[in-house]
């Protein structure tokens, strides 16, 4: 059995399912044409747009080297609302610029992202689901952040906090829940009766206003997957921005025209971009599978940029 313990299948196959499920619909957006041209491209134009790209937990290593290759490349990092302004037409996006957001608030976002926006003044956007960031304690290193955490980052003007729904559910087949990446069970148990999606989404986007005293315009949706009724949901609570991962059609179509729309892929593919130290994409490919075997023999994910629980 080279070492694996059959105490680990029941984990292992869950690990896998949970993997084919997410990783399903990013398959069937490379074979559509759903990604940007430059991640497939051997000698790739400038981006289309702005380039957007999703985090989970990330190492000191892997986000400084992201950061680093974007400084020496002349690309500017952009908030949520940048991204906004660029998409209505009321404020365009300076030409190589991108956005770079980290999902489900863990304290990976303050003791390793933060001090590296810091280090090259970048910005970033965090979305966040409000309900797992009060009563923490304690020097975990797999907790949600704190909201005096929070409102630390959000007051260096480095860390643009949108939501992520208030109790991180997957939006397809919602009530379910979806785990936190970074972040261990004992502190995500404390999931209250779900909410309607609409009350959901409210309630989330008044917590963060609140807790910040910002507007908040941004709604990523968890594992990175909407439907119609959730964009119709969001409408309806004030968001004006819908976050999702790569797709197989547009999300305008998924959405049937109603709302805006932005679509991300990992952060593993940011050195795929133009420039210095661009990385080809059998080193990429090979880094994730290598990341997800060692996970499945720990039984639980391993740190990688761009990789959720």
Known sequence: MGGWKLGREPCAVKILHRRWEKNWPE???????????????????????????WYHDVSPDSIEADLRFLRENGYSTATADDLLGHIEGRRACPPRSVVLCFDDGSVNLRSVVFPAL?????????FISPHFHTRIGGADRRRPCTWDEIRDM????????????????????WPEPVGLAGVD??????????LP???DFRIAREIIERELDKEVLHL??????GTA???QA???TGYRLFWWGAQPVPPEEIAGGLGLHASRVSGEFLRRMPGRGRLSLFTILRRRYLLALRSLTRGRPAVQEGEDA
């Open 118 to 126: 810091r280090s090259f003044d970048a910005r970033a956007v965090a």
């Open 229 to 231: 009724a959730a964009v």
């Open 197 to 199: 999606m609409t009350e």
């Open 185 to 194: 069970s004992g502190h995500q148990g404390r999931r209250s009766v779900p």
């Open 220 to 225: 990523a949706f968890p594992r990175h997957d």
């Open 154 to 173: 959000h007051r260096s003007g480095l860390v643009d906090f949108q939501s992520h729904t208030l109790e991180h559910r997957y939006v397809p087949r």
């Open 27 to 53: 398959l069937h957006a490379a074979v559509r044409g759903g990604f940007p041209d430059f991640v497939f491209a051997r000698d790739p134009a400038e981006p289309v747009g702005v380039p957007t790209f």
């Open 234 to 236: 969001g409408v309806e």
